[in-house]
């Protein structure tokens, strides 16, 4: 599958939200919106009123990811609401076949997040209940952090997995990615790549995905896995 560049918003201006979101729109493929609760991760950001109204100022689909507790209770209605993908984290989910399920049923893609620390073995299983496997390459809560390359081998890993599987599973990476690193997680498997601050912090947005999607592509065609 080609390249999918979600751009997070995380790094953006929060007040001045649909134009953050214009700056990328023609550019990325989706917008990734992170959710915080400040429970599952020590920080808070925004949650469904705000998802709602971006949906309506921007033609790009939304990429939620859920961190927060209890997405078996919150994570339906973000489908609901029209977000194109919702991610919930597996740590937090208590019975995850049922809500990627409900996901599904409510007409968004289903993604489930693991924490670097979290291994993806034992989620095999789940691979025909996603559509998206999102493998934190940081400690989920913040932007701007450094790029876990202990995740590396685990993303090699999922990348077996999904291609055993069959099926279409994306595989994402979120955190620290960036023009130092993008092509480390596309070698090693990732097809799908989050960057907040390699996009929000330069001077142009919009050409920072272009570069950021060029060398992706570029490491996605001199990698095993793709042939
Ligand atoms: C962190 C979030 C990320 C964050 C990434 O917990 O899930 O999506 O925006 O930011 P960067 O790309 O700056 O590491
Ligand atoms: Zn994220």
Known sequence: MAVQM????LSADFARLADEAGAVSGVADWLHVDVMDNHFV????????VVES????TSLPLDCHLMISDPDRWAPAYAEA???NVTVHAEAARQPVRLLRMIRS????AGLAINPATPVEPYADLLPEIDMLLLMTVEPGFGGQPFLDM????????????TRHGGSVWLQVDGGVSAETIERC??????????GSAVYNADDP??????LRAQAGRATARASWAH
């Open 6 to 9: 979600a751009p997070s918003i």
């Open 42 to 49: 020590p920080n808070l950001t925004i949650g469904l009123p």
């Open 54 to 57: 971006l949906l309506k100022h």
């Open 82 to 84: 029209g977000a194109r």
């Open 106 to 109: 409510a007409g968004a893609r």
């Open 151 to 162: 995740v590396l081998p685990k993303l090699h890993r999922a990348r077996e997995l999904v």
């Open 186 to 195: 596309a070698e090693a498997g990732a097809d799908v790549f989050v960057a």
């Open 206 to 211: 919009a050409s920072a995905v272009q570069s």
